[in-house]
């Protein structure tokens, strides 16, 4: 149905492998795979993974936390009303499209609330919402605030005269069409969509926003995103957060964990220092279950299912002989061994 | 005080005068009855060689804030009052309405940044601190930001100039995204970590060690912080937390955050830059009542910042202070009885700057009109550097 860039041309079947599954994870649900849930996968089809994961509440629900945290909808700005958080399960019943859902978003009050005053207001809808440069359409803006103070008036080509219409001309716009595209995909596929292609899918969209998760599946398939894994790339801090709790816990967490150490670690130039206490807290808590140092009786082969688990690679030999020697010392913690690795910039790159 | 800037100072009742006319007919030439520093560019700025300013404290007193409501209502601003008494007040400093992120970024890189509002993305040019880092050799852990914005405001820290970049950056500190009650909750939940032992730390290092650098796994720059640095950087934050910072209330807590965490870390590292992005003066869009509380509220803060810095006896004689919004407000209250940013007016467009410092001239209102992004070029001056990308350029009638 939609052109394809010459590099996103469907791949013969390939079985997962453990790099591609723990990506297609991170950026569709914004965590890694459970135990069980690599278990289930590996050596499975990417379709048949697919078909699971696009189909899933859980994916509405991490596209919803992306588009909040895209309009900067977070921390004492994150929407509380029930539109807003009935958007996943409506997305995921069918009884809302992706467009319909940005709406949504931008008639919130909290998104009243993170931009206001008619200036703030029209401004942040033309850069977010259609992708223009405000600073190059005085005009523009000068008649969008007119329009948001009640008077009437042409706003990107359609008439309006209320805030309301500011959002649903802009949400309507070709421009918004392909501002969201060219975002989702260079979200999914960590580069910039090729200029034909994104035409042709912007256009689609445009006339039916439900061609979303087929542009997706797209997406994926294609060869950009296998090539996208050659360049690894760092995890943001929610999915820091939420890979360590999956990794070392084998559990998402709740909301009202996560987001108070993403905002945490949010406020820091450089996460490192306290990405590194969190992975502390968490091993010295007590609530991953590692076993004692002297109770690993294959002491090369625990090092190599937890470099299997966590870099998704096995150990090469002076890693392996490193990290073995460590464990043979007395005075060697398990967690010492597992903290390495989580606070290494290796395992915070997928 | 030499002779020829006293013979120019006005007096303190002179100066308050002036102060209130700034406000009330804010740039429109309002302190003409006053006697003014001439202050040619030509006469700035001209460095002596036993200058004393070691440390710097720039303060964003950002959120958009109208000379109105500071110089022009001082008994808001006892305390910015008094610092422009002792040093240089630059009522007309000349800002673009970039949206609070564009227009503090331009501060700290002395260029007008066009960035979208809500823009979650670093700029292109190189900042105040990258300068400082790389050309006049500052540390990490002498650099440092504390914000009251959230997530967009650590972009601040370092841009993606090639030539520039992460290595370069300060270390940022947003007080409310770190210091608040449900991240203390959730640390309390899972305990404190406990101390490393050296041979714990050792070993540590040798595994990691053993994986290779940042730059093998695909990292492109230098970490911000090495690992010294970092490990203090940990300390700070875990002692931090143990202060009470999580507690602050009101209206102006976050910026209270970001000025009481630059308290601490002024008293704990002495960084030779010290920078505090505030925001909250931003509530203004539906309260006026509530952005003059909290233009009161930070002045009070700065004020007991300042005080704490010239109560050091390792800060007192070397440390220079500028304070400055990003921009202001409209001219006119809006429907909600608030004040937006967009009308293009004076009260939007001309804001104060305040300087105080040892090496600075003292009671001086310099009537030139200078902008934002000429602070950078100056800070940089002062440590013997120069902003060699940046448009502004050096504030002029600074030095004494």
Redesign the interface.
Known sequence: MFPQDPRTEALPARPLDRRLLRALFLDLLGRPPLRAELERWLGAGLDELLDDVLGSLELRRHWLDEELY???L??NFRPGSERVRAIPEELHEGRLDVRQALHRIALSPSFDL???????FV??VM??ICGL???RMARELEIG?RIY?GGAGVFLGERGSSQSDIVRIAIESRAAARTFVAREYERYVHVGPPEKELAAWSRAFHRDPRVYLELLRGWLSSDAYRERLA????HSNRLFVRSIFVDLLDRPPSA??S???R??L?????S???R??LV???L??G?ATLPERAAIDDRPEFVRALFLRLLRRGPRA??LA??VA?LD?P???TE??V???V????YQ?Y | MDAMSHHHDPGRRRFLKASLAVGTLAGAGALSGLQRRACARSAALVAPPERRTRHVVLIAFAGGVRTRETFGTPQNVPNLRAMAEEGVLYPRTRTANLGHFGAALSIFTGVSEARGIRENERGGDPTLFEYLRKHAGLAAGDVWITTSGGAQQVNYSYGLHPDYGREYGANTLDGDGIFNREFEQVLARLGRPREMEADEKALLLRLRASLGSDSDVGGRTGALNDAESAARVEQYILDELTRGTADVRGANAGDAKALRVARNLVALFKPRLTAVVLQNADIAHGSYNGYVEVVRRNDAMIGELWAAVKADPALADSTAFFVLPEFGRDRDLNSRRGLDHGDGSDDLQLVSTVAWGPDFRRGVVVDEAVRTIDVTPTICELFGTDARKAKGKRLGGLLA
């Open positions: 895209f309009f900067l977070i921390d993170r931009n206001p005053g008619a200036d703030t401004t942040v850069e977010q440069r405000v600073q605030k103070d360049r690894p790339i760092p009202e964990e987001e108070p150490l905002e945490a949010d406020g820091l130039s450089d490192g220092p306290l590194s206490i502390r807290l968490m010295d808590s609530r002076s890693e490193t990290f460590a010392d005075t060697c913690r010492t061994v903290l390495a690795i606070s290494h910039p290796e790159r």
